[in-house]
């Protein structure tokens, strides 16, 4: 139970609580901001800075692999030493690095703050969750978290837009110094009205599993990026990718023993808890990793601007405004797990048809696909917080939902690592094997950045291909892609419905329903 706290006048209770979600909701909004506005800078930040692709994909992933390895950790600090506490220095931290990251010198300094501001973002979003879990109760609640969820829709429909109109009239620095103005505005708002509480049972933090696990995802994330440059039976690889193994063994064990730890495994015992965890993942491959390569195709390949291809995006994105509050509703009459499911699978169907969309072809062949994967992502999206505690004895509920915020989030940043990796590979395959005059060391060199959407610097690499040709081998492997991710998605959607049949997933009540995806309060 949570220390108490003092009581206050209704007005001014309700003012100071309208405060601190307005708090929370300029946190939460930050972090779609952090991913999508980066994803469309890539180009932008090229062109400035230069550097190897393997840097250039580490601006999106440095951030994701510190965000997603660093939630459970910060969750455990901020019940044991304040939820405000934590809150005032994961902003402090993520607003600070932003505005580094305007200024940033080059692309290693660059990469660092990423991880720093993910780092940061974890810290507030976690405290920030807890805290607002004690300001509002029963059906308020619930609408307190749905607007957390709206802001998070907001951030992934418009932070496209925004960031390629910033882009455009400002340059790519701009972005990271608004997200450093909305976090700073929400650190001053917590500071006023944020009251001080934390769990007077907490103990302490599971540092090795915490640093096991952390080490597994990083080794393995660079393992998966570096792959397609140095070779996937390379020394490099192998060592990378055996030593994330090793520290994963590790992490199982540690789990096993201890006390307190940061994730028991026994869940994974019951199947609608493991089913939960796949449909945490799902989305990365049908959606996120969607937000970076996008835009990369649409600014280096097609050739569209930053601010065209910002529009583009709101195609994918905007359904997640209305369609996942629909389907909380619809759940009271519906089993959640047909919901979820249904929309994987249109989903799928939306990344095939995307998949007969060539390079060079008109924006509005693109739009029908783009909004059926939007469509059918914001199904699952609204309802996999309230599958996520539903599935497990109530005592267990808060541990059941930080091993779903830590699988979604760090499931999307692996997601991300293993399709540029595979979009890697099958565009060095793609120009060494269909192009005449490239041979396999120049299709190892070039085909990296040609994935990345650097078409002119691939057109550098190879003087003597066309560019029409470069662009067609990358609409090949990017073809090639797509149906591996419909593929996924499709299986997802099959083994979600296998392991969600369970008297407490098929259905959800009005509370848990109503919470956005990754916004379970503990």
Known sequence: MDTNLPAQAPDQATARRTLVLAAVCLAALCMPLSFTGPAIAIPAIAADLHGTPLALAWITNAFMLSFGGCLMVAGALADRYGRKRVFLLGMGVFSAAALALSAAPGLLSLDVLRAVQGLGCAMALSSGL???????????????FSLIGTAFGVGLAFGPFLAGTLITHTGWRAIFAATAAAGLAALLAAARAMRESRDPQAQGVDWPGALTFTGALSLFTYGLLQAPHKGWGSAASLGLLGGAALLLGVFIRVERHAARPMLDLTLFRLPAFAGVQLLAAAPAFSFVVLLVLLPARFIGIEGYSALEAGRMMIALSAPMLVLPILAGMAAQRIAA??????????????????????????????????????????????????????????????????????????????????????????????????????????????????????????????????????????????????????????????????????????????DTAALPAGKVQN
């Open 130 to 144: 807890a805290a607002l879990a004690q300001e509002f109760d029963g059906p308020a609640r619930a609408r307190a």
């Open 337 to 510: 797990a047909h919901i979820c499911a249904s929309g994987l699978l249109l989903a799928a169907g939306g990344l095939l048809w995307l998949s007969s969309c060539a390079p060079g072809q008109s924006p509005a062949t693109l739009l029908g696909p783009l909004l059926l994967i939007g469509c059918g992502i914001s199904l699952p999206w609204g309802l996999m917080d309230g599958l996520a505690i539903s599935v497990v004895p109530v005592e267990r509920a808060g541990m059941a939902a930080g091993i779903f915020n830590t699988t979604r989030v760090a499931g999307e940043g692996l997601a991300l690592a293993i399709v540029s990796a595979l979009l890697g590979t099958l565009t060095v395959a793609a120009l060494g094997g269909g192009i005449a005059g490239i041979g396999a060391e120049q299709a190892a060199h070039a085909g990296p950045f040609l994935a990345l959407g650097e078409l002119r610097h691939a057109n550098t690499l190879l003087p003597h291909t066309p560019a029409a040709e470069l662009a067609q081998a990358y609409g090949t492997a990017f073809r090639h892609l797509l149906y591996v991710l419909a593929s996924i998605t499709t299986a997802s959607a099959l083994l979600i419905l296998a392991f969600l049949r369970h008297p407490a997933a098929a259905t959800m009540g009005t």
